[in-house]
């Protein structure tokens, strides 16, 4: 018996996985993929994007889940084959993706979209300036090697780690900057995870935890492999998308509409009303932004409105009495750093 969702191997007796909390099913129904080119989902029929970068591609469909925006996303031209480990090396096509959702939500859907890849053109530049370095901290004395991959320091010496098998390096500061890790695939979707390490493995580029593909990091949210292996990942993870359909039903976390004001008990036992709310924290035309920000004040519990006539905008207005910590928590919002408690 097999956990559908981290794919575990389980002895008779069991019924239901441990680690996923849920029924286990027979080998047949595990090692099946999802449909491809199944019947569009009610609705989505508008195209938002197409392309055929399978980072942005992923990034895009969380961020619409994110934002409580329902999407389905597919390969344009599925592959002849039923699965990955069926397809011969050598004989992939193209790959091309797209990504569908209602017309009643496309102009919201098209500023998540903007706001997706001014971010990941930013993201590709900092990783072209600086080589995707690592960000290096102070190890303990007693530490003589650093796994590039998962991180794990060992006092004990030897050349490999036993967890990802990459060479370990050395703790001096400036080591993991020679071909450092880089995060290949960041998707809280147990299943799909599982096909992407399968067909790592099966290609031989080593990634975080590869010795265990089938142990408790199974359950991690992100792949990383190192910085000269990307490329060819890269080509791997397109590969693999292209037996994947993602639609509405798949929920890659908690939605969270950006664009919603927050109204914490504190405001009402101060019989604040949203008029009352007229200092302009923010205004400008990333959601990511937007969202990093409401997110820290409803951590403190600072009340604020969100005006967004019209997608593309938007500014965010907070009581004059809370302006002071708010600015200082925008202030680390936009610095990167998170705020103080």
Known sequence: MFCPQCRVEYRPGFSRCTDCDVDLVDEKLAVQHQKVRSELPHKLTARLWHGSDPHLYLALISSLAGGGVPCFGRPVNPPAYDSFEEQPPGSYSAVEFEVLVSEESLSFARWILSSNEEVYKEEEADSTDSGGEAEEEDVEPDVVGICPLCFAEFTEARSVCPNCGVPLRSPQRGALEQNPGRTLCHLAHPQFLADLRMALLRVGIP????????GPDTLRSDVSVLRSDFERAT????QVLQYWEFDRSI???SSY???ESYWPQRAKSKGWYPEDLGSMLWTGHNLGVLEGIGMALREHEIAYRVDSPEPGSAKLFIHPEDEASAREILRDVLEGVSPED
């Open 207 to 214: 990634f975080n935890n590869a010795s265990f593909p089938q």
């Open 235 to 238: 080509e791997v993870l397109a």
């Open 251 to 253: 929920h890659f976390g």
């Open 257 to 259: 509409d950006p664009r």
